[in-house]
């Protein structure tokens, strides 16, 4: 199996940055891709970024997060990244990290994020 752990999240104005940061351990070699999800209030988990952990790392975004996020990965720190840039209030949500392989996916704890106009 396979753990994930996210870290930070925080409050920050419309227009600033972000970058969460995602630990991965467990059976690493196991593992076929890495993405990070959101979920606001109310609404259902949204897949916002992948990528894929082998090769050249294919990326895939959500339209929301094109231009604006950028999904990147250490296999050697077994570490995922999400830089959000230019942040909105709509982004507010908790983001979590998910970890796909053959045992199907395992998920983070969450990191809040928070976007004040």
């Known amino acids: 199996q396979v753990q994930a752990v996210e870290s930070g999240g925080g409050l920050v104005q419309a227009g600033e940055s972000l970058r969460l940061s995602c630990a991965v351990s467990?059976?690493?070699?196991?593992?076929?891709?890495m993405g990070w999800y959101r979920q606001a209030p109310g609404k259902q988990r949204e897949l916002v970024a992948a990528?894929?952990?082998?090769?050249?790392?294919?990326?895939s975004y959500a339209d929301s997060a094109k231009g604006r996020f950028t999904i990147s990965r250490d296999n050697a720190k077994n570490m995922v990244y999400l830089q959000m840039n230019n942040l909105k209030p709509e982004d507010s949500a908790v983001y979590y990290c998910?970890?796909?392989?053959?045992?199907?996916?395992?998920w983070g704890q969450g990191t809040q994020v928070t976007v004040s106009s």
């Open positions: 998910n970890v796909r392989g053959i045992w199907g996916d395992s």
């Open positions: 990528i894929i952990r082998g090769g050249s790392g294919r990326t």
């Open positions: 467990g059976s690493i070699f196991s593992i076929n891709a």
